[in-house]
């Protein structure tokens, strides 16, 4: 074999072992996103055993000020406590010394109702006199319960004289109120528990239903399939306005997730599961989310969505969204967390490289982070980024450049990838820079979807594309209402009473930021 085949023949296993060494990284790679998904914290904050020790914050003497005047003010408190136990002490301090203090219990809510039972000594207490009592408090619970409600409408009528006709003498007898299903069984606060049970604590209806058969009461699914279909048809001009609404604000952020949908035959049977997509965009000036199913992820979904929107959207590196950035009136936005979630999962592969790049990161959410913390305003918080997060930024560019230009970086593997994809994403993401109104990230969306990945657990799929639609419409309604602070099964059922006797025009008014609870009324128990 002659020199040169020999050069030949080395060059050319050099490079099968090259892209050998390339497949196993990148097979290293998929297994360690497996374990950290199946084992791993569902934090994506990023530590390092060899930089904890010597981790320094951007606002040390800010931060040492603050949590100096922390420590004087919890000081203070200790104080005070222990000067109050000490006194209790000092009481009975002749029954307890040979008693170890008991670990500071938290006192059960005021609140809730008091049973009182009174527990008399056995022996014959005749002649002594009661110097005192011991109260100890336990919590109950009052398992789930129905009760039927029986509305008595008494008949009146004047009484016939013998000069007068009985036909001019109507019969008197009040109205029956309005209800979400006017001649159904179910009262608007069981719907409004089933939907909340379903939505919110992510429980079927067909395990609700043994529940209830548990309790005595037998109810057939296809009858509370009827109910739920009815309910969400009178919920739908409200959410339709909501939604209206959402799209006049001028920052969102945008999201979606998957959900397994089920065909339903033109016979009417259940036939094989497709997926479908719920769309996601959330409001964080007013702290409220829609939630809009399609049974697709293209373009012409977000394009129907966004037609009436003006303003700065943020989004992952989803490609549907990029063409809006070529219109006049949307502004596309980043996510730093997607950016960082690429390089975090790097690590294990090109620590040298990934995790100064992970780090730079890091410090632009401690600024994020004291901003926050401090309550910053809008503009306190953008001259805050233009001080401190813009030299980070202009440095974490020059990183990147320098490894997208380094021949040793190769393309394919998990550090390339991550660069490649903070490159392209770099002209939207600096742009959060300039308003101290946006996010760093759209992780605020994110959490928004944490209760359908729960529920999706739980009931796997929805029934049929109508079905889904239905859930599209509590999703938003009730998660934006417990990010208001209601009580969702209070909002719901509110809502539910007032939509029948609530004019298109006054819509606006149950709308959860907008929602007030009205006085107890017996006719809430409708």
Known sequence: MTKAKFIEENKTLKDEVNHLKLL???????????QKMLFGPSSERYSSEEKQHIQMSLFAELEAIRLEEEQVRLEAEQTSTIT???????????????????????????????????????????????????????????????????????????????????????ILIAPMPHRVIDRGIPSTRLLAYMLMCKFVDHLPYYRQLEIFKRI??????????????????????????????QFQQNYLQADESTLKVLKVKKSGKK???????????????????????????????????????RGSLQTDGLSVYDAFDKLEY?????????????????????????????????QLYEI????R?????????????????????????????????????????AIGKAV?????????????????????????????????????KNWLFAGSEQGAKWGAIIYTLVGSAIRQGHQPLEYLSDILRRLPDTKMTQLHTLFPKNWKKKTDDILDLI
Request: proline share 6%.
């Open 420 to 456: 490649s994809y903070a490159l392209k994403r770099w002209e939207y993401q600096e742009r959060y820079l300039q308003n101290g109104q946006l996010e760093i990230d759209n992780n605020l969306v994110e959490n928004s979807i944490r209760p359908l990945a729960l529920g999706r």
């Open 24 to 34: 196993l990284e990148q097979k290293n790679l998929i297994i360690a996103k497996l």
């Open 84 to 170: 109050y136990e000490r006194k209790n002490k000092s009481k009975n301090s002749k029954n307890n010394s040979s008693q170890k203090s008991s670990p500071n219990r938290v006192p059960l809510p005021e609140h809730l109702p008091r049973v009182e039972v009174i527990l008399e000594p056995v022996e014959d207490t005749t002649g002594m006199v009661k110097i005192g009592e011991e109260v100890t408090e336990i919590l109950d619970i009052i398992p789930p319960k129905f009760q039927v409600i029986r509305f008595i409408r008494p008949k009146y009528v004047h009484l016939v004289g013998k000069e007068e006709k009985e036909e001019n003498k109507p």
């Open 368 to 371: 994020e982070d004291f901003a």
């Open 271 to 309: 036939g094989k599961a497709h997926t479908g997509y719920y769309w996601v965009y959330y409001d964080p000036i007013d702290n409220q989310v829609v939630f809009i199913f399609d049974p697709g992820r293209g373009r012409k979904y977000a394009a129907q969505h966004l037609k009436d929107f």
């Open 216 to 245: 005595g009461v037998s109810l057939k699914s296809n009858t509370v399939n009827g109910w739920i279909a009815k309910t969400c048809v009178l919920l739908k001009p409200l959410y339709d306005a909501f939604c209206k609404k």
């Open 330 to 362: 949307i502004t596309l936005i980043g996510c730093m967390a997607h950016i960082r979630r690429k390089f975090i999962e790097a690590v294990p592969n090109d620590k040298k490289r990934a995790e100064p790049i992970v780090w730079l990161i890091q």
């Open 373 to 413: 913390k401090n309550n910053y305003t809008p503009e306190q918080r953008l001259e805050l980024r233009q001080a401190k997060a813009m030299p980070i930024m202009k440095k974490l560019k020059l990183e990147l450049d320098q490894l997208h230009h380094n021949t040793q970086v190769l393309p394919d593997s």
